[in-house]
């Protein structure tokens, strides 16, 4: 009995907020799986994880084994390969209906072939059937960009015994973690009495858990801080010899821009239709309760609820006054679900409470579960009327509860009033997730945030606006030809009025090709997002579909194939990611800084180290119980907030006998 035929099916789609990352492996023959070994290098908040499983089977007859992986939100596959016998196959990443073809040809000529597409979401799934005594190696490559909140990043890779089939006999999980600021802080949860902790350098830090057996014990979750950069930031740069990329980190300290957040003026509008009646309802007074707390008393606020009817806390914006705060609650408490759902009537009602004010940061956020059934309904119209009456450009978070929601047209809504939507799920604690997102946006340092760059750059994303507390804006750019030099500026509002920052960087040394990697995954996922917004055409497909396959990412206009017959050379139909670490950060020379903020750019440590505003960890720490109090630090449950969605994938494996 020889391999037979399996099918892998993933699904990309748009969504911003980051959720942990999450892997599992489902085996329906536990003791087929040998070894599982994931990888995780992270270069300036870059992360390329590899996951390998080592498949033996030590019976006498061929046996099926089937697997499920779950990727983060906005992450993108970028290879896949077998291992069999000695040669590795690697997928192409083509269009998706050529996948497809190729695909059926090879199940129908008895050939053994894997597709990997889109389908729904962010669980991909694949079979295979191991022939008696043979041994095969599966690898897996996924990439994503880890967002800053609340002053930390985190990376959360999910681990569920139940998806394992039963303990694995020998799990390995290695990461190594460069950045261009220096990594203040490391701690390991639900794994620490494992794990081995090395700090490289100021820089660099690994980490190495081993297990045999493997006892699941939750998440794997590294998180890690970094001291801050003043004024207009760092540049990590890297050129092709051809053309110039660079990561522009803009991450100013508080005391840069007033001293404290910029006052809110911030409407809440809540769905209150019959369809949240129940856990939905109560769960949404909890958040909102938690909510209210963290309300400053120098910011403005109303309530918008909405059903078939509106209605709203007050006639207009009031303070955040303690007696302000206990009448919303009493108003709150006092709700109850009933009704259609009037989302343009709302939105429109809450836009109406929102004057233009440049030292203060106007915010709308919408939670809805439902579809519009009262007053205007139709999407096209509500968008229109939504974007035209937002002339103070407020920003508009959307929050979908539950499976009803269109999310495709709230993602288009935020996209289009400078914001990103989100989804809420109610499977898991809603009230925790609503609050965790608003602590995301709940300190506004700047709004307005503009940057320029020259030589003139093509970068990503196109507009930011806003920068919050324990966050950071992270800029890629693309330069024509090979300039040694930078010059930054970035403009925008603080609570004290006009800010500018300006400064001027080298971009000769860098070594690290993410840079260009990261700029190719950003121009992907503008694309997908100006899709979402205006609607799929010919020309946009094209170029997501071209870049795609050029950079090896499975978007939901490519899939990745492999057929396995013919014998080819390892890699020879995929783009190694280069996922080098180089214990050090790159170097680009500084060549002055003037302006506002002025500041000196991205060196090697040995030029300028960041002061570390914490003591450095010991070089080398086995974390246990003792051990991970003191390695511990507060960090808030994982928002979610500017990224995109990856939605279900499924499996198909096809069997045939001689």
Not at 13 to 31: C, I, R, W
Not at 221 to 239: F, L, M
Not at 355 to 369: E, G, H, K, R, Y
Not at 646 to 654: K, S
């Amino acid at each position: 009995m020889r391999l037979r035929a399996w099918v892998v099916a993933l699904v990309l789609g748009s969504m911003a907020l980051m959720s942990a990352v999450q892997l599992g492996v489902e085996a329906a023959e536990p003791s087929l799986v040998s070894s599982v070994d994931i990888g995780i290098n992270i270069d300036n908040s870059y992360a390329v994880t590899t996951v390998t499983e080592v498949l033996k089977n030590p019976g006498t007859e061929a046996a099926n084994a089937s697997f499920n992986v779950q990727v983060p939100e906005g992450a993108f596959i970028s290879n896949f390969s077998l291992t069999v016998d000695g040669t590795t196959y690697y997928g192409s990443v083509i269009t998706a209906q050529s996948a497809q073809q190729k695909y059926d040809q090879a199940v129908s000529s008895g050939k053994t072939a894997g597709m990997l597409s889109t389908r729904g979401k962010s669980l991909f799934s694949y079979a295979v059937n191991v022939k008696a005594g043979q041994e095969v190696k599966v690898q897996l490559v996924f990439e994503e960009f880890l967002k800053m909140k609340g002053g930390w990043f985190e990376y959360s890779l999910y681990l569920n015994e139940t998806m394992f089939g039963g303990p694995i006999p020998s799990m390995g999980i290695h990461s190594n973690i460069d950045y261009s600021f220096v990594i203040t802080d490391v701690a390991i949860q639900n794994y620490s009495a494992g794990t081995t902790v090395d700090r490289l350098s100021s820089y660099t830090v690994s980490t190495t858990y081993n297990a045999q057996p493997f006892n699941c014990s939750g998440n794997y979750v590294i998180r890690y801080g970094v001291s801050k950069s003043s004024g207009a930031g760092r540049v990590i740069p890297y050129s092709d010899g051809t053309d110039t990329y660079f990561m522009h980190i803009f991450a100013p300290e508080m005391k840069e821009l007033g001293g404290s957040p910029m006052p809110k003026q911030i409407v809440f509008v809540l769905d209150k239709s019959g369809s949240m009646d129940g856990d939905k309802i109560t769960q949404l007074k909890s958040a909102f309760d938690g909510i209210l707390n963290q309300l400053r008393e120098e910011d403005q606020f109303n309530i918008v609820v909405f059903d078939t009817s509106i209605r709203s806390w007050q006639t207009a914006l009031g303070k955040a006054t303690s007696e302000n705060r206990n009448s919303a609650r009493n108003f709150m408490s006092g709700i109850n679900a009933g009704g259609s759902t009037d989302l343009n009537g709302a939105l429109l009602n809450a836009l109406g409470d929102i004057s233009s004010t440049d030292n203060q940061a106007p915010i709308i956020v919408m939670l809805t579960d439902g579809q519009p059934t009262a007053g205007v309904t139709g999407k096209a119209q509500i968008r229109a009327n939504i974007k035209s009456a937002n002339t103070c450009a407020v920003p508009i978070f959307c929050l979908g509860f539950g499976s009803d929601v269109d999310f495709d047209f709230l993602q288009a809504l935020s996209l289009e009033n400078h914001a990103r939507a989100l989804k809420i799920y109610t499977d898991k604690d809603a009230a925790d997730q609503i609050k965790d997102f608003y602590s995301t946006i709940s300190s506004p340092l700047m709004k307005g945030i503009k940057f320029s760059y020259e030589p003139a750059a093509d970068i990503y994303p196109k507009g930011v606006g806003y920068l919050y507390d324990g966050s950071e804006i992270v800029v890629v750019g693309k330069l024509n030809g090979t300039p040694q030099d930078l010059k930054v500026s970035v403009n925008g509002n603080d609570r004290e009025g006009v800010k500018s920052f300006s400064a001027s960087f080298g971009l000769l040394g860098g070594t690290s090709s993410i840079p260009a990697r990261f700029w190719n995954y950003a121009k992907v996922q503008e694309l997908l997002d100006q899709i979402t917004v205006d609607g799929s055409n010919t020309q946009l497909v094209n170029e997501v579909t071209n870049l795609s396959i050029a950079n090896s990412f499975v978007t939901p206009y490519t899939s990745m194939y492999v057929e396995i017959g013919e014998k080819k050379q390892a890699g020879a139909d995929m783009k190694p990611t280069d996922t080098t670490s180089k214990g050090t950060a790159s170097s680009s020379g500084n060549t002055g800084g003037s302006g506002s903020g002025g500041s000196s750019n991205y060196n090697t440590p040995s030029t300028t180290p960041t002061p570390n505003p914490s003591p450095n960890p010991p070089t080398k720490t086995t974390t246990g119980n003792g051990a991970e109090k003191s390695m511990a630090v507060p960090f808030p449950s994982e928002a979610i907030f500017l990224a995109l969605f990856i939605t279900v994938g499924i499996m198909a494996a096809r069997r045939r006998s001689k």
